[in-house]
């Protein structure tokens, strides 16, 4: 079975730094698109950043572009969010997804996934 375990989640004020991981088993990074999605108290969930494990082709929401960088590392199987220039508006559970055979744009157009991380919290504070 594939899992995917988020990590790095924690409190941080408004302007500070958190990197999430985001690690896989049962899943070798060939061909795999990692996403990295949020969701806001008693909002939708929301697609942040993509990253394709084939090309390193990335995509970046608009309300995270120029903040935010994301990373894959092949041989360990994780993908990596940075996230800098936090915002009270970046609170939520991040959750990292993956879908197999598939590019970056291809998870840009449609969030279907094939397998979901657990989740980890995010809270930044004014």
């Known amino acids: 079975d594939v899992q995917l375990v988020e990590s790095g989640g924690g409190s941080v004020q408004a302007g500070g730094s958190l990197t999430l991981s985001c690690a896989a088993s049962?899943?070798?990074?060939?061909?795999?698109?990692i996403g990295w999605f949020r969701q806001a108290p008693g909002k939708e969930r929301e697609k942040v950043s993509c990253?394709?494990?084939?090309?390193?082709?990335?995509y970046f929401a608009d309300s995270v572009k120029g903040r935010w960088t994301v990373s894959h590392d092949n041989a360990k199987s994780t993908a990596t969010l940075q996230m800098n220039s936090l915002k009270p508006d970046d609170t939520g559970v991040y959750y990292c997804?993956?879908?197999?055979?598939?590019?970056?744009?291809?998870?840009?157009?449609?969030?279907?996934?094939?397998?979901w991380g657990q989740g980890t919290s995010v809270i930044v504070s004014s």
């Open positions: 049962g899943l070798t990074f060939d061909d795999v698109a």
């Open positions: 997804a993956a879908r197999f055979r598939a590019a970056v744009a291809t998870m840009v157009r449609d969030s279907t996934s094939n397998s």
């Open positions: 990253i394709g494990s084939t090309d390193g082709s990335t």
